[in-house]
């Protein structure tokens, strides 16, 4: 089946150290996306990449990072900058980057920091 | 900038009830429109889309018309059940970004909760 995979569903973090969120897909789709989702908000772009080795800044992107190596794989690092990181976040794709094509969301990765 | 704007829940409703979102939006440029949904601890599935006016997005019995005259797109079902509880999110985007890519612009999300 054609998809997007997020591991881990749910993550435990400590102040001041960092952490990769996995963001799989199979879909061929060319275009890539992270999401943060807080209580009663809408979701916010972290960050989005629309080919490989190439990413570009969301609205909230200071203390995430990302990397685009390959087509199919797009980690997001949440770095000890961040100073709010408790949250749900969501990982989208996209066929084509250049038209206002449909995203499709992986089932997300809670973190928690203790 | 571009904006959406929903109504706020929980909206609760009796199985069977009719059932309307409102949905409205502001942009800059010609967007395209979207209903997701998002069950609990889930990631969001898309429900609909409309990408011109008057364009109707249909899906499981769930209904929204593009209206550009009023920049609104309100999501109507006729007849709820149990298991339509869910978030509700509408959203927009005006890709490609400038440089290039395709963003949503979310709305806050209505809660639904139907009940026997």
């Known amino acids: 089946d054609g998809g997007i995979t997020q591991s881990p569903k749910y993550l435990f973090r400590k102040e001041g150290q960092n952490v990769t969120l996995s963001c799989e897909q199979n879909l061929n789709h060319d275009a890539m996306y992270w999401y943060r989702q807080d209580p009663g908000q809408g979701l916010r772009l972290i960050y989005y990449?629309?080919?490989?080795?190439?990413?570009q800044k969301g609205d909230i992107a200071e203390g995430y990072s990302v990397s685009r190596e390959k087509k199919e794989s797009f980690p997001l690092t949440v770095t000890s900058a961040q100073k709010n990181p408790t949250a749900f976040y969501l990982c989208?794709?996209?066929?084509?980057?250049?038209?206002?094509?449909?995203?499709?969301f992986g089932p997300g990765t809670r973190l928690t920091v203790l | 900038g571009n904006s959406v704007t929903q109504m706020e829940g929980p909206v609760t409703l009796s199985e069977e009830a009719f059932l309307t979102i409102n949905c409205t939006y502001t942009a800059t440029g010609y967007p395209s429109l979207f209903w997701y949904v998002q069950y609990p601890g889930e990631g969001l599935q898309l429900l609909l889309k409309a990408t011109k006016a008057d364009d109707k997005g249909s899906n499981k019995g769930f209904e929204a018309t593009y209206r550009k005259e009023t920049t609104s797109f309100h999501l109507e079902k006729g007849s709820v059940q149990v298991s339509d509880s869910a978030v509700y999110f509408c959203a927009l985007s005006v890709g490609p970004f400038t440089g290039g890519g395709n963003k949503l612009t979310f709305g806050t999300g209505t809660q639904l909760k139907v009940e026997l």
């Open positions: 990449s629309q080919i490989v080795n190439d990413f």
């Open positions: 989208a794709s996209s066929m084509n980057p250049q038209v206002t094509d449909t995203q499709y």
